[in-house]
């Protein structure tokens, strides 16, 4: 119950652009996820019917089996990194979002400026800090995508590598 006020207060000191961010972040997530889940589940099963596959086959050696090797590793290449473009686009929006919400939590401080003078320091001081809430949100959630953003690929990266070897002209 207290994270629940928690998190309300958070968006309502925020502003309207929490929500955007807090989209952005829920998509970032799923997609992280789903990545997570399609290596560790998904891709295994697709590897050993590949490398059945390939074993199968009678010819390893010639011109044609070349290509539809460099075919099945440039194929599986897509599925690993499905999704990875996208992941990094949220990454650099959520930085973009906090600063427009930095932006219209300014806006507001010059409006109390304006109708209040700079007298009314505590006006500004809570306009201030309401703008710097959306930076902060933004900053966290690309920052922490970063890093999954970054294992994804060098996982992506492995499994490629481990297939296209066990996938061998012989």
């Not at 400026?113 to 001081?125: E, F, L, V």
């Not at 492995?158 to 297939?163: F, H, I, P, Q, S």
């Given at each position: 119950?207290?994270?629940?006020?928690?998190?309300?207060?958070?968006?309502e000191q925020g502003g309207?652009?929490?929500?955007?961010?807090?989209?952005?972040?829920?998509?970032?997530?799923?997609?992280?996820?789903?990545?997570?889940?399609?290596?560790?589940?998904?891709?295994?099963?697709i590897a050993a019917k590949v490398i059945r596959d390939w074993q199968a086959r009678?010819?390893?050696?010639?011109?044609?089996?070349?290509?539809?090797?460099?075919?099945?590793?440039?194929?599986?290449?897509?599925q690993l990194n499905s999704?990875?473009?996208a992941i990094q686009t949220l990454i650099v929006i959520c930085p973009m979002l906090g600063l427009l919400g930095t932006v219209t939590g300014m806006v507001g401080v010059f409006e109390v400026?304006?109708?209040?003078?700079?007298?009314?320091?505590?006006?500004?001081?809570q306009g201030v800090y309401r703008a710097t809430i959306p930076t902060m949100a933004g900053l966290v959630v690309a920052l922490s995508g970063y890093y999954f953003s970054a294992r994804?690929?060098?996982?992506?990266?492995?499994?490629?590598?481990?297939?296209a070897d066990r996938l061998m002209l012989l």
């Open positions: 119950m207290y994270l629940i006020n928690d998190v309300q207060a958070f968006i309207s652009v929490i929500w955007p961010i807090f989209f952005t972040c829920l998509l970032l997530w799923t997609f992280i996820i789903e990545r997570f889940w399609f290596y560790r589940l998904s891709f295994p099963r009678k010819d390893h050696q010639s011109w044609c089996a070349y290509k539809i090797r460099e075919a099945t590793i440039s194929e599986i290449n897509l999704k990875l473009t400026i304006s109708i209040n003078g700079t007298s009314d320091a505590q006006s500004m001081a994804l690929k060098q996982i992506a990266n492995n499994e490629a590598n481990k297939l």
